[in-house]
Nanobody, 116 residues
Framework: QVQLVESGGGLVQPGGSLRLSCAAS????????MAWYRQAPGKQRERVAG???????IYADSVKGRFTISRDNAKNTVYLQMNSLKPEDTAVYYC??????????WGQGTQVTVSS
């Protein structure tokens, strides 16, 4: 079965960095785009960054220049490098893929808290 397992969240001070990882299994990872979403308390889930199967990327305006999405097809893993973190980046971060005819999949989420 398809699984997306996030890791790497935690507590970090403003200005700090974190790298999130999402390990995928149960499908041909290299054939599909991947994305990171986040949801802060009381807010709607929003897409933070996406990467196509070919490696093209897209970012939310709020994270451009600070976050970098990448993928390692040999490891079936997608990453989100987050630099210059701000308190407003605090949220649960989710890994996502759209398997087209087989539906969408979400990871369980990993908490990122930016606070001094």
């Amino acid at each position: 079965q398809v699984q997306l397992v996030e890791s790497g969240g935690g507590l970090v001070q403003p200005g700090g960095s974190l790298r999130l990882s999402c390990a995928a299994s149960g499908f041909t990872f290299s054939n599909y785009g991947m994305a990171w979403y986040r949801q802060a308390p009381g807010k709607q889930r929003e897409r933070v960054a996406g990467i196509t199967s070919g490696g093209s990327t897209i970012y939310a305006d709020s994270v451009k220049g600070r976050f970098t999405i990448s993928r390692d097809n040999a490891k079936n893993t997608v990453y989100l490098q987050m630099n210059s973190l701000k308190p407003e980046d605090t949220a649960v971060y989710y890994c996502f893929t759209d398997l087209r005819g087989s539906g969408v999949r979400w990871g369980q989420g990993t908490q990122v808290t930016v606070s001094s």
